[in-house]
């Protein structure tokens, strides 16, 4: 297995997310009209399909270990079905903004665990570019004025004062699997290639959501469903469930998990770029700066250090 050069991963840590806010962006539509745990199930099914061929494992990979396998259930269990679970729910009580801010955190809670799992130093540098994330994202979050009204809506749930404690503790929820994620992926990375990882953890989430879908379906009108919903849907799996895994996990290679954590800036950066070119949104000043002080904790974490240019200096007169 081939590891990527550094410009070629930050390319696809980038990529990866900002198809991820595409598609989130884009995905507002499809919640409208399927329920969550229907649409969850449908994803990860299409995605399957379209990943049939990459389950055979390589000539060069090594068989899967117990650890191996507890780590690919564990990844798709925290960060494909909990983390959907605790971020809509989360959402339902409280409130777009509330839930912004609270995942605005996933970087520097990517950089902690990373220190403390996989023994990562992590860079004064990288720490200042985690704090200019976290802050473009909570910045960005608290200038948002759209609510999450249709997300309680398609959930069914209700915003009670009773369940208001709940909401923030399921969005801090959200935040550890998204982490765990991230350093889990970063784990694998050692000993399987992308593809492999991205279509045996698509196989859990498949397996995980199938009894919930199945409930869903059951009672669900899909001759109501239009066309284009149809082909939205399979934009939306293919995107979240083959090309974002597939290109988070090829940067996750050469990267280390807290400098790739970082990334995760693109992703509102992304949707609202959507949200303006296709759904018609606007930005206002503050979201302009939030966007500036996103950009600036890419730069920081991705440009080489004086270390690095020195070396680079003295390498070609070395023989």
């Known amino acids: 297995m081939t590891t990527p050069s550094r410009p070629f991963a930050y390319l696809c840590l980038g990529l990866s997310m900002a198809l991820v ?45 117990p650890q191996a396998r507890w780590l690919l259930f564990l990844q798709s269990f925290l960060g494909n079905f909990l983390f959907t679970v605790c971020m809509l729910y989360g959402v339902s009580l409280t409130n777009a903004v509330t839930a912004g ?34 802050a473009g994202i909570a910045l960005f979050s608290l200038s948002k004025q759209e609510h999450s009204a249709h997300i309680g809506q398609a959930l069914g749930a209700k ?4 369940l208001a404690w709940l909401g923030p503790l399921l969005l801090v929820g959200a935040v550890v699997c998204e982490a765990a994620y991230t350093v889990i992926g970063k784990k694998l990375t050692g000993s399987l290639g992308p593809k492999r990882i991205t279509s045996l953890i698509n196989l859990w989430g498949f ?42 996990m090829t940067g996750l290679k050469a990267v280390p998990a807290a400098q790739g954590g970082v990334f995760s800036v693109m992703l509102p950066v992304s949707a609202a770029l959507v949200g303006v070119a296709l759904l018609g949104e606007s930005l206002t000043g503050v979201q302009w700066a939030a966007f500036a002080i996103a950009l600036a904790s890419v730069l920081l974490a991705t440009l080489p250090s004086r270390a690095a240019l020195r070396v680079g200096r003295r390498t070609p007169h070395a023989d």
């Open 207 to 248: 397996a995980l959501s199938t009894p919930f879908g199945l409930y869903a379906a059951w009672r669900f009108d899909f001759a109501s469903v239009g066309w284009g919903t149809w082909a939205l849907l399979v934009f939306y799996a293919l995107a979240a469930c083959v090309w974002t895994v597939w290109l988070w």
């Open 159 to 162: 915003n009670t004062q009773s």
């Open 101 to 134: 801010v609270t995942l605005a955190a996933i970087p520097a809670a990517v950089a902690v665990m990373g220190w403390g799992f996989l023994r990562e130093r992590v860079a004064p540098r990288t720490w200042a570019a985690v704090g200019c994330a976290v």
């Open 21 to 65: 806010g595409s598609y989130v962006a884009l995905s507002k539509p499809l919640v409208a009209v399927l329920p969550v745990f229907l649409l969850a199930w449908m994803r990860f099914g299409i995605g399957g399909i379209a990943m049939l061929h990459w389950l055979k494992k390589p000539e060069h990979e090594p068989p899967l270990t």
